[in-house]
């Protein structure tokens, strides 16, 4: 997707669909590409492993896939070298065929046209990121639904970026999922899903000036995992430390600011409220309400879940890193704190309806 700036793609054009090994300066890279610096000026984040090509020596890491790039920490290396290496981790089959299913549900005319297309972007999930059958990576999800989703200008692109490189980078890969499970629900008006997508976002923005502090980040990351353990991070001794209080008003305070500045980017701005809920766990151990699972909507659980179960910071995309993922991550092989995050009832309802596509799909076949 390209913006009215000119930047906006989250794919250089070269697809890659076959693995091939090759080799260079005695590093050996799958799917490598040579590229120089002017093919990624329009370009978000790094569709591959992005490597310094120096006149002499080991190519350099400089961006890993997914990351965010920008364009004033590549003009450093620009200086010494006018060529870059790029090792593909994407796989151009996959993301093509998944597009084509959302193209479907955008395109839709009519009730039954929605209907078709759902099923069918969902059955297509089921065979990768559900089942495994088909070998998919997380970056290919994060590319499909950037190309039909990801509709943030250039300035607030880099605006997300400067904000947290991390969360930006954790955004691209969760805000499929919500999306995916909205789907799942029931949820087909395409213009809120693109809402939902765009609040993925904005779920863990930081709202302080002076930027977000490592220690809120490491109570973050705590928490996600074991709730009370971040907030217990942030006391000095049995005295509450000076971030607490505002990492636990931290939901309420960013739905207000991000509803007074950012609303016009939201076609129901409504949907903004929902970070409210952010924090919650369905097992009532979260904040700022202590919610459980009664007090929460099937949409509110499915963000939770999602914003819970992938790491904040120092993520790293693999290929085919996606095949199955889900389903092994909330059943086959569980995440540890999956009873604070996984409701009883999502849990029923996504069993349900993904065994429903297994069955449809057997019957296809």
């Given at each position: 997707?390209?913006?009215?700036?000119?930047?906006?793609?989250?794919?250089?054009?070269?697809?890659?669909?076959?693995?091939?090994?090759?080799?260079?300066?005695?590093?050996?890279?799958?799917?490598?590409?040579?590229?120089?610096?002017?093919?990624?000026?329009?370009?978000?984040v790094s569709v591959g492993n992005i490597y310094?090509?120096?006149?002499?020596g080991t190519p350099l890491m400089i961006l890993?896939?997914?990351?965010?790039?920008?364009?004033?920490?590549?003009?450093?290396?620009?200086?010494?070298?006018?060529?870059?290496?790029?090792?593909?981790?994407?796989?151009?089959?996959?993301?093509?065929?998944?597009?084509?299913?959302?193209?479907?549900?955008?395109?839709?005319?009519?009730?039954?046209?929605?209907?078709?297309?759902?099923?069918?972007?969902?059955?297509?999930?089921?065979?990768?990121?559900?089942?495994?059958?088909?070998?998919?990576?997380?970056?290919?999800?994060?590319?499909?639904?950037?190309?039909?989703?990801?509709?943030?200008?250039?300035?607030?692109?880099?605006?997300?970026?400067?904000?947290?490189?991390?969360?930006?980078?954790?955004?691209?890969?969760?805000?499929?999922?919500?999306?995916?499970?909205?789907?799942?629900?029931?949820?087909?008006?395409?213009?809120?899903?693109?809402?939902?997508?765009?609040?993925?976002?904005?779920?863990?923005?930081?709202?302080?000036?002076?930027?977000?502090?490592?220690?809120?980040?490491?109570?973050?990351?705590?928490?996600?995992?074991?709730?009370?353990?971040?907030?217990?991070?942030?006391?000095?001794?049995?005295?509450?430390?000076?971030?607490?209080?505002?990492?636990?008003?931290?939901?309420?305070?960013?739905?207000?600011?991000?509803?007074?500045?950012?609303?016009?980017?939201?076609?129901?701005?409504?949907?903004?409220?929902?970070?409210?809920?952010?924090?919650?766990?369905?097992?009532?151990?979260?904040?700022?309400?202590?919610?459980?699972?009664?007090?929460?909507?099937?949409?509110?659980?499915?963000?939770?879940?999602?914003?819970?179960?992938?790491?904040?910071?120092?993520?790293?995309?693999?290929?085919?890193?996606?095949?199955?993922?889900?389903?092994?991550?909330?059943?086959?092989?569980?995440?540890?704190n999956i009873s604070e995050i996984l409701s009883?009832?999502?849990?029923?309802?996504?069993?349900?309806?993904?065994?429903?596509?297994?069955?449809?799909?057997?019957?296809?076949?």
């Amino acid at each position: 997707m390209e913006d009215k700036d000119g930047r906006g793609s989250f794919l250089l054009e070269e697809e890659v669909a076959t693995t091939s090994e090759s080799t260079y300066h005695g590093k050996k890279f799958l799917n490598f590409q040579v590229l120089n610096f002017k093919e990624l000026e329009k370009t978000i984040v790094s569709v591959g492993n992005i490597y310094w090509l120096k006149k002499v020596g080991t190519p350099l890491m400089i961006l890993k896939a997914g990351d965010p790039i920008e364009q004033s920490f590549l003009n450093k290396y620009a200086k010494l070298s006018s060529q870059l290496g790029i090792e593909y981790i994407k796989n151009g089959e996959v993301i093509a065929n998944g597009e084509v299913c959302l193209m479907m549900l955008q395109k839709a005319r009519n009730y039954n046209e929605v209907l078709m297309a759902r099923s069918k972007y969902l059955s297509w999930f089921y065979e990768h990121f559900w089942m495994g059958k088909k070998k998919c990576g997380l970056l290919d999800l994060g590319i499909i639904f950037s190309r039909t989703f990801y509709k943030f200008d250039s300035e607030m692109t880099n605006h997300l970026i400067d904000n947290s490189f991390d969360f930006f980078k954790r955004s691209i890969i969760v805000a499929p999922f919500i999306v995916t499970f909205a789907m799942a629900l029931g949820y087909t008006d395409f213009n809120f899903l693109n809402d939902i997508y765009k609040l993925a976002f904005f779920m863990n923005y930081n709202v302080e000036e002076k930027g977000i502090g490592f220690n809120t980040i490491k109570a973050m990351e705590r928490e996600r995992q074991k709730s009370g353990t971040g907030v217990s991070l942030l006391f000095i001794g049995e005295n509450p430390g000076p971030e607490l209080d505002l990492f636990l008003k931290s939901p309420l305070e960013r739905t207000k600011k991000i509803y007074e500045k950012f609303s016009h980017l939201f076609n129901s701005p409504d949907v903004i409220n929902l970070i409210k809920r952010v924090n919650e766990k369905v097992d009532s151990k979260g904040f700022p309400f202590s919610f459980s699972e009664i007090n929460l909507t099937d949409l509110e659980m499915t963000i939770i879940l999602f914003n819970n179960l992938f790491t904040f910071t120092n993520i790293t995309l693999e290929q085919d890193d996606g095949t199955g993922i889900l389903k092994k991550l909330l059943f086959t092989n569980p995440v540890e704190n999956i009873s604070e995050i996984l409701s009883q009832r999502i849990q029923y309802m996504i069993s349900h309806i993904f065994s429903e596509i297994g069955r449809n799909s057997e019957r296809a076949s």
